[in-house]
């Protein structure tokens, strides 16, 4: 059941909230704008159009039976048609028919992660790719989350659990996923009003270049990968492209005074 992501969207409507969406925003936009194929696909989160700058011509909004989606939401999805879905754990598609699968924070408000993961490893063809975002639990984000769990006064939703980047790339490196490019981001503390967020605007580039991992955002990107398969293109294919295997020039020489002998 996945109830508890249904949480995340309103907090996307706080100061902190648009901090993070305007950055997610921008990194899948460039992430995705260089990714092709026919089929990609968004899990969760809709106020988050992870797949808006992507060229593909069919594309899907994923999200839980239990969270009807709003018609503004539906305004802004222009042709990408929505799909319900009771479990994310249980994907309504066939098994290697997606390009691209987005899960913006549906991991880390799922109890079953894995099998997601293990849903999405399916239902991606070969060389398929998917991209996660989710908070770094290696930042002051994380940290200040984790006070909120003892004290009371958790700054995110608290139904979460945060995974770490290295815990994400073994369970890709267990589905034969490789990890492509992965992104850190939003380097300011984590206070509730614009106003303090403002103040703190210097520390994007300071963070950025000095301590990129401590981000409280991180986005990771991985490719499928099939052991022994072999990419087989058009051309090699057609019989007129066919080239003739040439003979050494040595054999050549052979056979040219073999039969002067004869």
């Known amino acids: ?27 899948l936009d460039e992430l995705t704008a260089d990714i092709f194929g026919y089929n990609a696909v968004q899990i969760g989160l809709s106020c988050i159009d992870g797949l808006i700058a992507n060229r593909m011509p069919n594309k899907w909004q994923t999200d839980s039976a239990c969270y ?24 309504p598609f066939a098994t290697q028919s997606l390009d691209l699968v987005v899960l913006p924070h549906v991991l880390e408000f799922s109890s079953e992660p894995h099998q997601i993961l293990r849903e999405v490893e399916r239902v991606l063809i070969p060389e398929g790719q998917v ?5 770094n639990p290696i930042s002051m984000w994380g940290i200040r989350q984790a006070v909120g769990r003892v004290t009371g006064a958790h700054f995110l939703p608290l139904h979460g659990e945060l995974i770490s980047v290295p815990r994400l790339k073994d369970w890709l490196k267990l589905l034969n996923m490789e990890v492509n490019r992965g992104h850190f981001g939003c380097y300011k503390p984590p206070f509730h009003t614009a106003k303090w967020l403002q103040r703190f605007a210097f520390l994007e580039k300071a963070g950025d270049r000095w301590w990129p991992y401590l981000g409280a955002l991180y986005m990771v990107q991985a490719i499928k990968r099939v052991k022994g ?3 087989i293109g058009p051309a090699l294919q057609r019989s007129g492209n066919r080239i003739n295997a040439g003979v050494p020039a040595t054999n050549r020489m052979r056979v040219q005074i073999e039969s002067e002998s004869d």
């Open 68 to 91: 009807s989606v709003s018609s503004s939401d539906q305004q802004s999805k222009q042709m990408q048609r929505i799909v319900l879905t009771h479990d994310f754990a249980e994907l």
């Open 1 to 27: 059941m996945e109830k508890p992501i249904i949480s995340l969207a309103p907090w996307f409507d706080t100061p902190a909230g648009s901090y993070v969406r305007a950055w997610e925003q921008a990194r």
């Open 229 to 231: 398969m072999r990419l």
């Open 131 to 135: 991209i996660v975002c989710g908070f």
